[in-house]
């Protein structure tokens, strides 16, 4: 499922990335989000070609709605979420058909490296969390705690491979109208998980690129998404008491950083997070407070 607004540079790189598989048997939902630039001929030009591209578009939902409309129409036995300004391993869709097969997984992890617009690899940005892992199939729940534990739990949508049948029988959908939204698919697809493996490779390679959501100056919007992250999880661990130390394990690994990163807010936005804030603050280490509330 590919997302596209406004990526008219890159579309076409990320879906050549895609179309060029080792396994074939694949479907491309391929959704444009009310793209303003020329990304929709783009996408048409290319759609003529495969026939294995199903191509829409609609009015501009966001990232959340878009995804959700691709799962409603997708058809395949496994699913994965791609970017449209990212790119694959070539075998990164066939290794994790064959490992989910074989092991009956309900999802499957792996890595991604970073790399610029120029194509040279970001080293200061990691995304390495399976290295010296076990090879072995692990309970949702028990690999979530591991990799918080471990600080190499990463909530990008575009690190698992996924059983459709898995988020069909949850009901697990993207929030709408959420920035950060995978900040609350990502551990509820792991508390709903009950047999998940990993593979120690990095098929996932991120353009980091200025305009992006995830370089743009935080905003009241971005503290936003982040809280309902937060107040979904703490429903959670509300009606679900078996799961509460699991939770407050994922309030003590998130908390921290998204109230660091608040301390650039204009001052006015600050009293916003201060109020919205208040139940999750004991998450929150000292000096990060003081950052918070002083740094300018």
């Known amino acids: 499922i590919i997302p596209v607004y ?11 990335s895609i179309m060029g598989q080792t396994l074939r048997d694949i479907e491309l939902i391929v959704v444009n989000d009310g793209s303003t630039d020329g990304s929709l001929s783009v996408l048409e030009r290319i759609a003529t070609g495969d026939d294995r591209i199903r191509l829409y578009t609609q009015p ?3 990232l959340s709605q878009t995804r959700n409309a691709g799962i409603a129409r997708a058809r395949g036995e496994f699913i994965y979420f791609m970017d ?17 097969t074989e092991q009956r997984l309900d999802f499957v992890i792996f890595d991604a490296k970073a790399f610029s ?25 028990e690999l979530l705690a591991l ?11 575009c690190l698992s491979f996924v059983r459709l049948g898995l988020l069909r029988e949850s009901g697990l ?3 709408p109208d959420m920035l950060h939204e995978d900040e609350l698919y990502t551990p509820m697809l792991y508390l709903y998980a009950a047999r998940v493996g990993c593979i120690e490779r ?19 919007r971005n503290m936003e998404g982040y809280f309902t992250a937060f107040r979904e999880m703490r429903f959670w661990k509300r009606s679900h008491p078996g799961d509460k130390r ?13 109230i660091w990163k608040a301390h650039a807010l204009p001052l006015r936005d600050k009293w916003r997070v201060v109020r919205a804030g208040f139940p999750y603050f004991g998450y929150v280490k000292v000096r990060t407070l003081f950052v918070f509330l002083f740094k300018r």
């Open 6 to 16: 406004n990526t008219e540079a890159y579309v076409e790189q990320t879906l050549r």
């Open 60 to 62: 501009n939902k966001g």
């Open 84 to 100: 449209s300004d990212d790119l694959l391993e070539k075998d990164a869709l066939e290794t994790c058909y064959r490992k989910c």
């Open 117 to 141: 617009d120029e194509g040279a690899d970001i080293p200061g940005i990691r995304y390495e969390r399976t290295q010296g892992m076990r090879d072995r199939v692990y309970d949702g729940r």
């Open 147 to 157: 990799l918080l534990r471990e600080g190499r739990y990463l909530p990008s949508a």
């Open 173 to 175: 959908r993207f929030y």
């Open 202 to 220: 990095a098929f996932f390679k991120r353009r980091v690129r200025e305009g992006s959501i995830m370089t743009n100056r935080i905003s009241r």
């Open 246 to 258: 699991l939770v407050g394990l994922w309030f003590s690994y998130i908390v921290d950083p998204v």
